[in-house]
C-alpha cells in the first residue's frame, strides 16, 4: 500500500504543477513554498554585498564620498554611544528578504537613489527657506537629521549594517512627518521601473473588482478629510490603485481590508509612489499570502500569534479561552490592515515606520502583544463576552491617552521575547503540523484502499480455492492411470500453475482499477479548482447582484421618501392655504382695528382738548375763587374794622353825653 500511496501523491504533484486553466490555483505547488517564511539569517550574500545587491542599494556616488566621509564619523559616534537595539536583527532580516525577492524578480528594475535624493533635497530646501523672522520654523523641523536621513535614502542597507543601533533608535522615535513618505520608499525599494509603467497601463483599464472598490470606498477612512468627500480625489486615487493592483496580482485581485493598506501610503506620497510602495508591502513584506483565496498566510500568522500568546501572556489566554474569545475573532483585522481599521492614523503612521524597517508580521505581532500585556488586568475583570470582544476590537489604545510612543515602546520591549528564531520556529512547527494532517489524509485513503483490495483477494482467494477443488477432483479421477509418485509431482505442478495463474489476473485488475482511480482522482481535482472558480465567479456575481440590490432598495427607499416628501409638501401647502387665508383675514381685522384705533384716537384727542379746557376753566374758577375768597376776607377786615370804629364813635358819643 505505501507503493499505492506513493503514486497517489505523484499523481497529486504532477496535477499540482501542470498550469492552471485560469490565472488562479487552488494551492501553490508546496505548501511550505507558500507558508514558510524566507530565511532571516543576517549573514548572506545579500547583505554581505552581492552583484545584485550592490545595483539595487546603491552605493554612494564618488561625488558624494568626500561629503558622506565628513558625516560618518559623527554618524558612527552616536551609534558606539546608543545601547544595543534588540529590533536590529529584525531590520537586517527584512534586508535580506527584500534582497532576496527581488533577486528572483527579473522585472525589478530599480531607480537609482538619486530621485529620492532629489525630493529629500527639495524639501530640505523648503524647509530652510521657510525660516524666516514671520515663520519661525517649527521643533520638527529643527530636530530633523538631515544628513542622517539623506544617507538613509542613499544606501537604506548599507546603512543598516553600518550603523544599525543609530537607525534603530531614530525610526523607533518616528520620522519626521516631511520625509516620511520618502524614507519608506527608500526602505521599501519601491522605485522600480516597471511597477511605473505597469500603474499608467492598468489605471487606465476595466476590472471585475471595480463594482465591490467603489462600494468599499466610503467605508475606508470616513474620519479622514482626504477620504471623506465621496467622488473627491482621495477616494480616486484610492480606487485607481486598488484596481490596477486587481490587475496586477489577478490570484489576489481585490478584497475588503487592502484599502486601509493603501490609505496611509497616499497620506505621504504621490499616487504612483503609493502603488509602487503597496505592491512592495504585498511581496516583499509577506502580506500578498494574507489575501489569496485560501489565507494561508493569514491562517500561519493567527497560529503564531496564539502561540506567542500563551507564552507571553499565559493567564490571559487562558482567560480569553475560557470565555470562547478566539483569536481570529479580533486579530484578524489586526494583520489585514496593519492595525489602521480601528485606530487612529498617528499611531497607525508610527507603526508603519516601524514595518517599513523590521517587517510587517513581526511589528504586527510585537504592537498587538505590548496593547494587550498592557491592558491585560482591565480585560481580566471583564465578564461578558460582547464586552470582552469590544474591548479588544475598539479600546486597547484608550489606555495610552492618544501617544503612539508609548505603544512603539511598550512594543519595543518585546523584541527580545518575541526574536526572528521563535517566529521561524513557529512558522515550521505550523508547516510540519499541516504535513503531518497530510499524512494522516493519505493514511485514511491507504486504509480506505486496503480494505477494498483485501475485499478483492479474498474474493480471488474464494476463486482460487474452488478451483484447486475441481482441479484435485479431476487430479484424483485421473490417478487410476498414473502412479502415485508421479501423479504427486504432476499435481503440484499443476497446483502452483493454476495459484500463478489465478494470482495475476486479479493483480493486474487491481493495477487497473488503481490506474482508474488515479485517473478519476486527477479529474476530481481539475474539477475541484474548476468548481472553486465558479465559486469565486458566483461569489462575485452574488456580490454584484447584492449590491445592485442594495442600490435598488436605496433607489425604492429614495422613491418612498420622494412620494412621502411630496404629500408632505401637499399637506404643508394646504396648511399654508389655510394659514394665509387666516393671515389676510387678520391683515383685514388688524386694519380694521387699525381704522377703529385711529377714531379712538382722535376720540381721545378730543376728549383729553375738553379735559384741557375744562381743566383751564377749572384753573380760572379757582383763581377767580381765590380772589372771592381774598376780598371777602378784605371786606371783613374792613366790617371788623368798621364796627371797631363805630363802638369807639358809639362809646365817645355816650361818654360825651
Given at each position: 500500500?505505501?507503493?499505492?500511496?506513493?503514486?497517489?501523491?505523484?499523481?497529486?504533484?504532477?496535477?499540482?504543477?501542470?498550469?492552471?486553466?485560469?490565472?488562479?490555483?487552488?494551492?501553490?505547488?508546496?505548501?511550505?513554498?507558500?507558508?514558510?517564511?524566507?530565511p532571516t539569517r543576517t549573514t548572506s550574500n545579500s547583505l554581505r554585498g552581492s552583484k545584485s545587491s550592490r545595483r539595487r542599494t546603491n552605493s554612494l556616488t564618488a561625488a558624494n564620498t568626500k561629503k558622506d566621509l565628513k558625516l560618518l564619523p559623527r554618524l558612527e559616534e552616536e551609534n558606539a554611544s546608543l545601547p544595543p537595539q534588540e529590533s536590529i536583527e529584525f531590520i537586517l532580516a527584512q534586508i535580506?528578504?527584500?534582497?532576496?525577492?527581488?533577486?528572483?524578480?527579473?522585472?525589478?528594475?530599480?531607480?537609482?537613489?538619486?530621485?529620492?535624493?532629489?525630493?529629500?533635497?527639495?524639501?530640505?530646501?523648503?524647509?530652510?527657506?521657510?525660516?524666516?523672522?514671520?515663520?519661525?520654523?517649527?521643533?520638527?523641523?529643527?530636530?530633523?537629521?538631515?544628513?542622517?536621513?539623506?544617507?538613509?535614502?542613499?544606501?537604506?542597507?548599507?546603512?543598516?549594517?553600518?550603523?544599525?543601533?543609530?537607525?534603530?533608535?531614530?525610526?523607533?522615535?518616528?520620522?519626521?512627518?516631511?520625509?516620511?513618505?520618502?524614507?519608506?520608499?527608500?526602505?521599501?525599494?519601491?522605485?522600480?521601473?516597471?511597477?511605473?509603467?505597469?500603474?499608467?497601463?492598468?489605471?487606465?483599464?476595466?476590472?471585475?473588482?471595480?463594482?465591490?472598490?467603489?462600494?468599499?470606498?466610503?467605508?475606508?477612512?470616513?474620519?479622514?478629510?482626504?477620504?471623506?468627500?465621496?467622488?473627491?480625489?482621495?477616494?480616486?486615487?484610492?480606487?485607481?490603485?486598488?484596481?490596477?493592483?486587481?490587475?496586477?496580482?489577478?490570484?489576489?485581485?481585490?478584497?475588503?481590508?487592502?484599502?486601509?493598506?493603501?490609505?496611509?501610503?497616499?497620506?505621504?506620497?504621490?499616487?504612483?509612489?503609493?502603488?509602487?510602495?503597496f505592491v512592495r508591502i504585498m511581496e516583499t513584506y509577506e502580506m500578498r499570502t494574507l489575501f489569496t483565496l485560501n489565507m494561508e498566510g493569514l491562517q500561519l500568522r493567527l497560529y503564531q500569534f496564539a502561540s506567542l500568546l500563551s507564552q507571553i501572556l499565559p493567564n490571559l489566554s487562558d482567560f480569553l479561552a475560557t470565555y470562547e474569545v478566539n483569536v481570529p475573532m479580533y486579530a484578524s483585522q489586526w494583520?489585514?490592515?496593519?492595525?489602521?481599521?480601528?485606530?487612529?492614523?498617528?499611531?497607525?503612521?508610527?507603526?508603519?515606520?516601524?514595518?517599513?524597517?523590521?517587517?510587517?508580521?513581526?511589528?504586527?505581532?510585537?504592537?498587538?502583544?505590548?496593547?494587550?500585556?498592557?491592558?491585560?488586568?482591565?480585560?481580566?475583570?471583564?465578564?461578558?463576552?460582547?464586552?470582552?470582544?469590544?474591548?479588544?476590537?475598539?479600546?486597547?489604545?484608550?489606555?495610552?491617552?492618544?501617544?503612539?510612543?508609548?505603544?512603539?515602546?511598550?512594543?519595543?520591549?518585546?523584541?527580545?521575547?518575541?526574536?526572528?528564531?521563535?517566529?521561524?520556529?513557529?512558522?515550521?512547527?505550523?508547516?510540519?503540523?499541516?504535513?503531518?494532517?497530510?499524512?494522516?489524509?493519505?493514511?485514511?485513503?491507504?486504509?480506505?484502499?486496503?480494505?477494498?483490495?483485501?475485499?478483492?483477494?479474498?474474493?480471488?482467494?474464494?476463486?482460487?480455492?474452488?478451483?484447486?477443488?475441481?482441479?484435485?477432483?479431476?487430479?484424483?479421477?485421473?490417478?487410476?492411470?498414473?502412479?502415485?509418485?508421479?501423479?504427486?509431482?504432476?499435481?503440484?505442478?499443476?497446483?502452483?500453475?493454476?495459484?500463478?495463474?489465478?494470482?495475476?489476473?486479479?493483480?493486474?485488475?487491481?493495477?487497473?482499477?488503481?490506474?482508474?482511480?488515479?485517473?478519476?482522482?486527477?479529474?476530481?481535482?481539475?474539477?475541484?479548482?474548476?468548481?472553486?472558480?465558479?465559486?469565486?465567479?458566483?461569489?462575485?456575481?452574488?456580490?454584484?447582484?447584492e449590491a445592485e440590490r442594495e442600490s435598488l432598495r436605496m433607489t425604492m427607499e429614495s422613491n418612498y421618501h420622494v412620494i412621502q416628501y411630496q404629500k408632505e409638501c401637499a399637506s404643508l401647502r394646504e396648511d399654508n392655504m389655510r394659514l394665509k387665508q387666516e393671515n389676510d383675514d387678520l391683515i383685514q381685522q388688524q386694519a380694521m382695528s387699525k381704522d377703529a384705533i385711529h377714531a379712538l384716537v382722535e376720540?381721545?384727542?378730543?376728549?383729553?382738548?375738553?379735559?384741557?379746557?375744562?381743566?383751564?376753566?377749572?384753573?380760572?374758577?379757582?383763581?377767580?375763587?381765590?380772589?372771592?375768597?381774598?376780598?371777602?376776607?378784605?371786606?371783613?377786615?374792613?366790617?371788623?374794622?368798621?364796627?371797631?370804629?363805630?363802638?369807639?364813635?358809639?362809646?365817645?358819643?355816650?361818654?360825651?353825653?
Amino acid at each position: 500500500m505505501s507503493k499505492l500511496v506513493e503514486a497517489l501523491t505523484q499523481k497529486e504533484n504532477e496535477y499540482k504543477r501542470q498550469p492552471p486553466v485560469h490565472l488562479r490555483t487552488s494551492k501553490s505547488s508546496s505548501i511550505r513554498h507558500n507558508l514558510l517564511l524566507s530565511p532571516t539569517r543576517t549573514t548572506s550574500n545579500s547583505l554581505r554585498g552581492s552583484k545584485s545587491s550592490r545595483r539595487r542599494t546603491n552605493s554612494l556616488t564618488a561625488a558624494n564620498t568626500k561629503k558622506d566621509l565628513k558625516l560618518l564619523p559623527r554618524l558612527e559616534e552616536e551609534n558606539a554611544s546608543l545601547p544595543p537595539q534588540e529590533s536590529i536583527e529584525f531590520i537586517l532580516a527584512q534586508i535580506e528578504r527584500q534582497n532576496a525577492q527581488l533577486d528572483e524578480d527579473p522585472k525589478s528594475v530599480c531607480i537609482q537613489s538619486n530621485q529620492l535624493k532629489a525630493h529629500l533635497s527639495t524639501i530640505q530646501n523648503l524647509a530652510e527657506t521657510s525660516e524666516t523672522p514671520q515663520s519661525p520654523v517649527g521643533k520638527e523641523d529643527e530636530n530633523i537629521d538631515w544628513e542622517f536621513w539623506s544617507a538613509l535614502t542613499d544606501d537604506f542597507g548599507g546603512v543598516a549594517l553600518k550603523l544599525p543601533h543609530l537607525v534603530s533608535a531614530k525610526l523607533r522615535a518616528g520620522i519626521p512627518p516631511k520625509v516620511r513618505g520618502v524614507i519608506w520608499q527608500a526602505m521599501s525599494q519601491s522605485a522600480s521601473l516597471n511597477l511605473e509603467t505597469v500603474y499608467g497601463q492598468l489605471a487606465v483599464e476595466h476590472s471585475p473588482y471595480e463594482r465591490v472598490i467603489q462600494r468599499d470606498l466610503a467605508r475606508t477612512f470616513p474620519g479622514i478629510e482626504m477620504f471623506k468627500q465621496e467622488g473627491g480625489y482621495g477616494q480616486k486615487s484610492l480606487e485607481r490603485i486598488l484596481k490596477a493592483y486587481s490587475l496586477y496580482d489577478s490570484l489576489v485581485g481585490y478584497c475588503q481590508g487592502l484599502a486601509f493598506l493603501v490609505g496611509p501610503l497616499l497620506l505621504n506620497m504621490t499616487e504612483q509612489q503609493a502603488f509602487c510602495v503597496f505592491v512592495r508591502i504585498m511581496e516583499t513584506y509577506e502580506m500578498r499570502t494574507l489575501f489569496t483565496l485560501n489565507m494561508e498566510g493569514l491562517q500561519l500568522r493567527l497560529y503564531q500569534f496564539a502561540s506567542l500568546l500563551s507564552q507571553i501572556l499565559p493567564n490571559l489566554s487562558d482567560f480569553l479561552a475560557t470565555y470562547e474569545v478566539n483569536v481570529p475573532m479580533y486579530a484578524s483585522q489586526w494583520f489585514l490592515t496593519i492595525f489602521a481599521y480601528a485606530f487612529p492614523m498617528d499611531l497607525i503612521l508610527r507603526i508603519y515606520d516601524i514595518v517599513f524597517a523590521e517587517g510587517a508580521a513581526e511589528t504586527i505581532m510585537r504592537v498587538s502583544l505590548a496593547m494587550l500585556k498592557r491592558n491585560e488586568k482591565k480585560i481580566m475583570r471583564l465578564s461578558e463576552f460582547e464586552d470582552i470582544l469590544d474591548f479588544l476590537s475598539n479600546k486597547l489604545y484608550d489606555i495610552y491617552n492618544n501617544d503612539p510612543a508609548k505603544v512603539i515602546a511598550d512594543s519595543m520591549e518585546l523584541s527580545g521575547l518575541i526574536t526572528k528564531e521563535k517566529m521561524d520556529h513557529l512558522a515550521e512547527t505550523y508547516v510540519s503540523e499541516l504535513e503531518q494532517e497530510k499524512k494522516q489524509t493519505e493514511q485514511v485513503l491507504a486504509v480506505r484502499f486496503n480494505f477494498w483490495s483485501r475485499n478483492n483477494n479474498t474474493k480471488s482467494n474464494n476463486t482460487s480455492s474452488s478451483s484447486n477443488r475441481s482441479e484435485t477432483r479431476k487430479k484424483k479421477t485421473m490417478s487410476w492411470y498414473s502412479s502415485s509418485s508421479s501423479s504427486s509431482n504432476k499435481n503440484n505442478a499443476n497446483g502452483r500453475h493454476s495459484t500463478s495463474s489465478l494470482r495475476e489476473p486479479g493483480i493486474a485488475q487491481l493495477h487497473h482499477q488503481i490506474e482508474d482511480l488515479l485517473v478519476a482522482l486527477s479529474q476530481m481535482q481539475k474539477q475541484t479548482v474548476e468548481l472553486k472558480d465558479d465559486l469565486m465567479q458566483t461569489r462575485l456575481e452574488k456580490m454584484d447582484v447584492e449590491a445592485e440590490r442594495e442600490s435598488l432598495r436605496m433607489t425604492m427607499e429614495s422613491n418612498y421618501h420622494v412620494i412621502q416628501y411630496q404629500k408632505e409638501c401637499a399637506s404643508l401647502r394646504e396648511d399654508n392655504m389655510r394659514l394665509k387665508q387666516e393671515n389676510d383675514d387678520l391683515i383685514q381685522q388688524q386694519a380694521m382695528s387699525k381704522d377703529a384705533i385711529h377714531a379712538l384716537v382722535e376720540k381721545m384727542i378730543d376728549m383729553k382738548n375738553k379735559v384741557d379746557g375744562l381743566e383751564q376753566d377749572n384753573m380760572t374758577l379757582r383763581h377767580e375763587c381765590q380772589r372771592l375768597d381774598t376780598d371777602k376776607k378784605q371786606l371783613e377786615r374792613t366790617m371788623r374794622q368798621s364796627n371797631s370804629n363805630m363802638g369807639t364813635y358809639l362809646l365817645s358819643q355816650s361818654i360825651n353825653k
